[in-house]
């Protein structure tokens, strides 16, 4: 791709609010318009280093208090209907040199003329006239508490659908438009709700035809009125993107599918005033581009391909100026890791970098202010992302797939890149997906997501995630705001808009969830207008220069291994088999110990691009929580990244003793866990009675480690491979060759009490390059690639390995994981084609060590003819590179006679 040649970079800006965790402010249907309700937070423990009472009532003059909510109150903290709260706030120990995490409740309140507000606590009393507070924190009892204005939300959906995915328009008469994806029983259905000006919510409109899978919606409103609602939905297999409009007075049209032979997911809409422009991307032959297209109404211009890159490019955002100029904004993998791109439609200009460098830079958006100057706003992380490390596996400077992250922006002037003098307010650490709009007082508003944790917690535990409001007036970032009902995962970034008055409005999900529990609620799409933006004053702009940064030697030019792996073929028994890599055991987010995990959409791109694997299955516990939205969504993606015969998601979770159950089906629900199994009272027949039932396959893992998974239960039909090797460190072959905590569960002691089990990796359970199951199958669809798992054709490595191990007699030739019967000595085939110099190449058998081929090289093959005893006898390869990757071979048995 071409690049500017001044120095298109992107601006610094880091942002942390006070972290903490929501707990969820219910707004009425219908409530009173902005302006005669107020929202207030007040926060507690901002200087705390001990514990401290803050317990105590607010007493308001000439206002009425509508909502009381706890907001981060810690274990045993309330909130009560007559203004009364209980907070024993204590700082968090996890980290003493941090600042304290504060607590506080949220006061929505009718305000009247001269209203002013009374805080009593058992630690203080302070007092203001409302006149008094802005959006800016006001700080009292010596800074130990403060008090600001915050946005008053508004709930939109029903409780009785889980709603995603919400997109908004603000329409030339006043009024704002969200619409939505709400989910009920198995089926999803797009939805829109109109605020009128005088602040009623009509009821909420069906757009989509029929129940369906649906990916995310988009709006965009013309200057006469008319409004568009464009939508991805599966059908056929493929995402195809939809789109419908209303004109002002009018009735919706019939829907319009815009995309082509691609499958369209991610997805931005923006007009002109008159026309709709349409951004997405699309998958197509393997691959993702960025596509975009145009309505002025009844025609569609069709799509034009944006991106140039062969690799991924993904998450596009679009903007239009004043002047109808088109600014198309995305990251893409083109150089090995993730940097912005940029690209003026309708110039002949082709696509710009914004970024050039080996760090993660991803999630753009962009706004136009009214010089025409696109702002661009991305997340980034450290170097080398998702390349390692595991949890006792160490990668030279490679980050983890949610490690630091923070939100940068730059604006661009016409000859480069300039970034914000002033950096904003607190600490850049967790910022991330930010949202950008151009206020009418001049000012660039922006919305990003933050990740807060409970008072004092300390260990594992999923995060919580809000979103917090800045704005930049031209000199400085304000105090990041925080907005109120936005707990939720990391992914459920909100959309702005700005209404005809110049402010600006935000939708968003939010699910409920607390900063006690930790555990999704019911997924509700909330609106609110944000706070009044400063009015902008100057421009205080230095040009961005990036710093230079090394990748890890390791970790250069590795994107042709896989296809060296993807591209060799096994012939035998007249059948072609190909290698499939990939992993069975990834966790993201939704589950608790999943560290630094990161989202489902990154567990996908890690999956795609920075391990460049051929299937996965993402297997968190109990498909996230055990809760039925978790899971839908969670089956959902699995079809969204599908690619037929390039990238094959598979439908799992992992169920309780460390066994991860996979299908190729999808619909299966999580099978609960009993006390007397939780309790390992008993086995787990039960799960594998389920999985016979439903043709699912169960792989255990952490056999050799200390978490409790042994032997005494196992299911032949439904349990043919064990997980030899993860990203946490533990090997499972034999003490001396792996890093098992313990001897009496190894692998050698399964199949000695003669169980069947082939053996895979796993770089998991949080994602990294460190360990991979390779399938030996003949289709490559899900249900070949199950096939293959019941035969045992498969192997574990921890790099990019062939290992091609056969067993023949006078009549038949074995794959490995076969079972098979000789009248004869056997002759061992073994191919090995490594990722640097290998150092030995063992034949084990019966657990015995019957040969070793020392090749100091890169490759080696030989054959060894194996005199076995009477009976059944089981044998299996191992191999050690010189830089410590190994590779597992799936025994074959033999029975002689």
Not at 678 to 690: E, I, L, N, Y
């Amino acid at each position: 791709m071409k690049r500017v040649t001044h120095r298109m970079m992107a601006a610094a800006a880091c942002f942390v609010a006070v972290p903490a965790m929501v707990v969820s402010l219910r707004s009425q249907q219908g409530s009173a318009a902005p302006g005669e309700t107020v929202t207030i937070l007040v926060s507690f423990g901002l200087t705390a280093r001990a514990a401290e009472d803050w317990s105590g009532s607010v007493r308001l003059t000439r206002a009425k208090l509508l909502r009381i909510a706890g907001r981060h109150l810690p274990a045993g903290g309330s909130v009560r209907a007559d203004g009364s709260w209980t907070c024993l706030f204590r700082p968090g120990s996890a980290a003493p040199e941090a600042p304290p995490l504060p607590a506080g409740v949220l006061l929505t309140v009718e305000a009247g003329p001269r209203a002013a507000i009374e805080i009593r606590t058992r630690r203080a009393n302070f007092a203001a006239g409302l006149n008094e507070l802005a959006p800016e924190p006001r700080r009292f009892a010596n800074g130990g508490a403060s008090v600001r204005i915050v946005p008053s939300p508004e709930l939109l959906s029903a409780a009785a659908d889980e709603d995603d995915e919400p997109s908004i328009a603000a329409l030339p008469d006043g009024s704002i438009a969200v619409s939505w994806v709400a989910y009920h029983k198995e089926a999803e259905r797009v939805l829109v709700r109109i605020r009128r000006p005088d602040g009623r919510w009509d009821p909420p409109e069906q757009v989509s035809d029929r129940p369906a899978d649906i990916f995310r919606t988009s709006l965009a409103a013309a200057a006469d009125g008319t409004l568009w609602v464009v939508w991805a939905e599966r059908d056929d297999g493929r995402w195809k993107l939809w789109m419908r409009r209303k004109p002002k007075g009018g009735s919706w049209t019939p829907r319009r599918q815009l995309s082509g032979a691609e499958s369209a997911t991610f997805h931005r809409a923006a007009t002109d005033g008159k026309r709709l422009y349409v951004v997405w991307q699309g998958f197509f032959a393997g691959q993702s581009d960025i596509y975009y297209g145009a309505s002025d109404g009844d025609a569609w211009s069709g799509q034009t391909r944006v991106s140039s890159s062969a690799a991924n490019d993904w998450e596009p955002a679009v903007a239009v100026s004043p002047q109808g100029l088109v600014y198309i904004v995305w990251d893409s993998y083109d150089r090995g890791n993730y940097d912005i791109f940029f690209r003026l439609m309708g110039t002949g200009m082709p696509p710009q970098a914004v970024t050039n460098s080996p760090r993660f830079q991803a999630h753009a958006s962009v706004a136009v202010d009214s010089r025409n100057r696109p702002w661009v706003a991305w997340d980034e992380s450290g170097v080398d992302w998702g390349k390692g490390p595991g949890l006792a596996i160490p990668v030279p400077a490679a980050m983890p797939l949610h490690g630091r992250r923070r939100t940068r922006v730059a604006v661009f002037s016409g000859y480069g890149w300039d970034e914000t003098a002033a950096a904003p307010p607190h600490l850049d650490f967790n910022a991330e997906h930010p949202q950008l709009a151009i206020a009418g007082s001049g000012a660039v508003t922006m919305l990003f997501r933050h990740s807060t944790r409970e008072p004092g917690q300390a260990g594992p535990g999923a995060p919580v995630w809000e979103n917090y409001i800045t704005h930049w007036d031209g000199v400085r970032w304000s105090d990041p705001q925080p907005l109120p009902a936005s707990a939720g995962p990391i992914e459920k970034h909100a959309q702005l808009a700005r209404d005809a008055s110049g402010r600006v409005w935000a939708a968003w999900m939010a699910d409920n969830r607390t900063s006690a529990a930790m555990v999704p609620g019911n997924a509700e799409v909330m609106a609110a207008r944000l706070t009044a933006a400063p009015k902008a004053r100057g421009e205080a702009l230095v040009r961005y220069a990036e710093p230079v940064e090394e990748t890890a030697p390791a970790h250069r030019d590795d994107r042709a291994a896989p296809e060296t792996v993807r591209n060799y073929t096994i012939v035998s028994g007249g059948r072609k088999y190909r290698i499939l890599r990939g992993d069975l055991h990834l966790h993201s987010e939704l589950s608790r110990d999943s560290g630094s995990a990161g989202s489902l959409f990154e567990v996908y791109r890690y999956a795609l691009d920075a391990a460049a694997l051929d299937f996965v299955a993402v297997t968190d516990h109990q498909a996230g929580h055990g809760q039925e939205f978790a899971w839908w969504q969670g089956q959902k993606y699995a079809d969204l990244f599908l690619l037929p015969e390039r990238f094959l998601p598979l439908f799992a979770y992992e169920w309780y003793g460390h066994r991860n159950l996979v299908w190729a089906r999808r619909g299966v629900r999580p099978l609960p866990v009993p006390p007397e199994e939780a309790s390992a009272r008993v086995g787990p027949a039960k799960q594998f009675d389920h999985l016979r039932a439903t043709g699912g396959v169960s792989i255990p893992h952490s056999t050799a480690s200390s978490q409790g998974t042994n032997w005494r239960g196992h299911d032949p039909g439904v349990e043919s491979l064990v997980e030899l090797f993860q990203g946490g460190g533990n090997g499972s072959d034999d003490a001396d060759a792996s890093r098992a905590a313990t001897e009496t569960r190894l692998w050698w002691n399964a199949l000695d009490s003669g169980h069947k089990l082939g053996v895979v990796a796993s770089g998991g359970p949080r994602p990294a390059r460190v360990g991979y199951a390779c399938v030996l199958a003949e289709d490559p669809s899900r249900e070949g690639l199950l096939d293959a798992i019941r035969k045992r054709h498969s192997y574990a490595a921890t790099g990019n390995i062939i290992l091609d191990f056969r067993a023949r007699d006078e009549s038949t030739e074995n794959l490995q994981g076969d079972v098979f019967t000789a009248s004869g000595p056997a002759v061992l085939s073994v191919r090995v084609i490594g990722t640097g110099v290998i150092r030995q190449v063992d034949v084990i058998g019966n657990r015995r060590l019957l040969h070793t081929v020392r090749p100091n090289a890169k490759e080696a093959a030989f054959e060894y003819v194996a005199h076995p005893e009477n009976g059944e006898n089981w044998y299996h390869v191992r191999v050690l590179q010189e830089d410590g990757q190994r590779a597992w071979s799936s025994p074959v048995w033999i029975t002689f006679r």
